[in-house]
């Protein structure tokens, strides 16, 4: 972009940051060599101020919505009953509200986590054991997320987390975070050893 079209020869920016994460940067850019003075410098800073409020917005909107949910008469029906976590009917909620509220572009990305020995510890057999488990496990994806998403099931042995953005770059490191945290968790109860086996993956979503 230096060297060749489109011969940038001046650039600014101010780095975005959402809770404590670097998200990019709001920048400017020109053919021609500029200079800024400190009126344009607080400009430029009041901008990012704003990109960042609107990302607070955003989330605290998402967080306003599901509040709604739960206090509603469907919360029996939108909380799986082993974790306490949206179930897959919630988190679809939360999608249909995300995509009608967005364009193709600024979708979230989504991740998959499907935790694959789990059935070892049957519903009827092992019921609270399995609902430990699943707790537990969830609990070692949350503190990978910290507040950069929303978790929930997408079925009974598999996990969504639906990310706060779209960048490329900061949802696989957030990818690579969770991969990592969960590749370190074991449970045990009552004697047992529990080693998880477990796929991670980007996922594509359309609410139904």
């Given amino acids: ?30 053919t021609k060599p ?32 599901i509040e709604t949910l739960l206090k509603s008469n469907q919360r029996d029906v939108l909380l799986d009953s082993e974790t306490g976590d949206l179930n897959s009917d919630g988190m679809d909620m939360v999608l249909s509200s995300i995509y009608h509220e967005s364009t193709e572009e600024d979708r979230p990305l989504c991740i998959n986590v499907e935790l694959q020995n789990l059935d070892q510890f049957s519903t009827n057999k092992n019921p609270v054991l399995r609902a430990s488990i699943k707790k537990a496990f969830a609990g070692s994806i949350r503190i990978a997320l910290k507040d950069r998403g929303l978790m929930g099931m997408n079925s009974p042995n598999s996990f969504m987390v639906i990310l706060s953005g779209n960048d490329d770059e900061s949802s696989k490191q957030i990818f690579d975070e969770i991969e990592q945290n969960l590749a370190t968790f074991n449970f045990s109860l009552e004697g047992r050893l529990f080693c ?3 796929q991670i993956s980007f996922m594509e979503t359309t609410p139904t």
């Fill in 1 to 30: 972009m230096v060297t060749g079209e489109p011969h940038i020869r001046f650039y600014a920016g101010q780095p975005i940051t959402f809770f404590n994460h670097n998200l990019g940067t709001l920048c400017i850019i020109d």
């Fill in 34 to 65: 500029r200079q800024l003075d400190q009126e344009d410098i607080d400009s430029l800073r009041s901008l990012t101020s704003w990109v960042q409020s609107e990302l607070l917005t955003w989330r605290n909107s998402r967080n306003t919505y």
């Fill in 196 to 198: 998880p086996e477990f």
